[in-house]
């Protein structure tokens, strides 16, 4: 009998231990949950960012300012914050808001006419005029008064000129006014803002001043105080009173509006001409432009300077008092020779001439070239007003080669 024999190969299975083993997660057909891991740290880290990068890698820094620490490789070795990592530390910001200045973002708080933090903001203007605090009345809408330059609660002002203003159901408020003549007496009144408080009753608050120049509320109702002015029994506007409006009232409350009583005007510049033709109530009258001329003439002020003959030399002065008023328009110098500078003072009328200190002259005026010059630049000059009586004072601040020098100043009445 023979026997087969049998031959079992054996398989040998060695384990390298090298350490750990590399996995690379691109490759993996599975998806890679980190969900369960005690940490993960995503991006490279250090203290400074590396010199070379690839686009697409990120890096985070440490030593950035915590929320700025994040940056990606956007081209061959160019790190770039990312958008969330680039805004501005909140730290310190409650209540202001990001915006930018054009070449980076900034926190700033809220201003012009709003205030208050986001989301309990608070408009305390409009166009950069304050409001008023006061709370409004029912049917009262926000009114300007120039006054006091503040929006406030009312139902508009009746008056052009002397603003009135409802600012409550049983208050109204005057303002101060241009001014008006009455008579022979020019009135300011009120010198400063009138207030009138209704007490009750019905009938009609009538506005006017008096030609004493006394602003006055006349009424047949009941008026509990007047600020700044005069309650009177009344049923209307008093004779030779400047009128300024009427309020009606109904059971001590003041109607929305009231009604005025001044005339609004404009002002018209008349220009020299031919044909002028004014018009007034009653009638016009026509006047020729040359005509004018007439009413407004030229008068000469100035001094000689002329020591007969003698070269004339800088310092001391010559006095003048003026005894009509005018304004100055323009100024004349003639020399025999050389140049001069000629100042200009002015004292008020008095007992005493003008000093260097009372000079109206910034430089002095000259005549540099030539013999004679004539100028309307009064530039050089303070003031062109002359009052009758006005001192004046004419000084060579400098001169030379002269020894006649006239001076004249032109003055329109």
């Known amino acids: 009998m023979r026997l087969k024999s049998i031959t ?10 090298s350490g750990q083993t590399k996995l690379s997660l691109s490759s993996q057909s599975k998806d890679v949950d980190f969900t369960g891991a005690a ?25 950035a300012t ?17 958008a969330g990592s680039s805004l501005p530390s909140v730290a310190g910001q409650s209540g202001t808001v990001l915006s930018n200045d054009g070449s980076g973002v900034n926190w700033v708080p809220l201003g012009g006419d709003v205030s208050g933090n986001p989301g309990a903001q608070s408009v305390q203007g409009l ?14 809408a926000l009114v300007y008064n120039s006054s006091l330059n503040l929006w406030q609660p009312g139902s508009g002002g009746t008056v052009p000129d002397w603003p009135v203003t409802r600012t409550s159901d049983t208050q109204l408020t005057i303002g101060v006014g241009p001014g008006v003549r009455i008579g022979n ?5 009120p010198v400063n803002n009138a207030v009138v408080t209704i007490g009750g009753g019905t009938g ?12 006055v509320a006349a009424h047949n109702l009941l008026v509990s105080s007047c600020q700044n002015c005069t309650a009177t029994t009344g049923t209307g506007y008093e004779a030779n009173s400047f009128p300024l409006g009427q309020w009606t009232v109904t059971n001590g409350i003041l109607s929305a509006s009231g009604m005025s009583a001044v005339t609004p005007y404009s002002l018209q510049p008349l220009l020299a001409g031919n044909n002028i033709l004014l018009t007034r109530a009653g009638g016009s009258i026509q006047i020729n432009g040359p005509s004018l001329v007439n009413y407004h003439p030229v008068r000469m002020i100035g001094y000689t300077f002329d020591f007969g003959g003698t070269p004339l030399t800088s310092g001391g002065a010559k006095f003048l008092t003026v005894p009509f008023a005018c304004t100055l328009t323009g100024w004349d110098i003639a020399a025999d020779a050389g140049t001069a500078t000629v100042q200009v003072w002015k004292a008020s009328a008095g007992t005493a001439v003008p000093s260097p200190s009372d000079s109206i002259s910034r430089n002095g005026v ?16 303070l003031t062109t007003s002359v009052l009758s009586g006005d001192i004046f004072g004419f000084t060579l601040s400098a001169v030379s080669g002269a020894s006649y020098v006239n001076f004249v100043l032109e003055c329109v009445q």
């Open 366 to 381: 000259s005549l540099a070239t030539g013999t004679a010059i004539r100028s309307s630049d009064m530039s050089d000059f």
């Open 39 to 63: 940490s993960t740290r995503p991006f490279r880290s250090g203290s400074t960012l590396p010199a070379a990068c690839g686009t697409g890698e990120s890096f985070y820094l440490t030593t």
């Open 204 to 215: 009609t608050l009538f506005l006017f001043i008096r030609g004493g120049c006394e602003l």
């Open 127 to 140: 166009r950069g005029i304050p409001i008023s605090g006061n709370p409004p009345s029912g049917g009262q």
């Open 66 to 82: 915590p929320g700025q620490n994040l940056y990606a490789c956007t081209g061959a070795n160019q790190w770039t914050p990312l």
């Open 8 to 17: 079992i190969t054996g398989l040998v299975l060695v384990w390298t231990a």
């Open 185 to 189: 007496t020019f009135c300011q009144a």
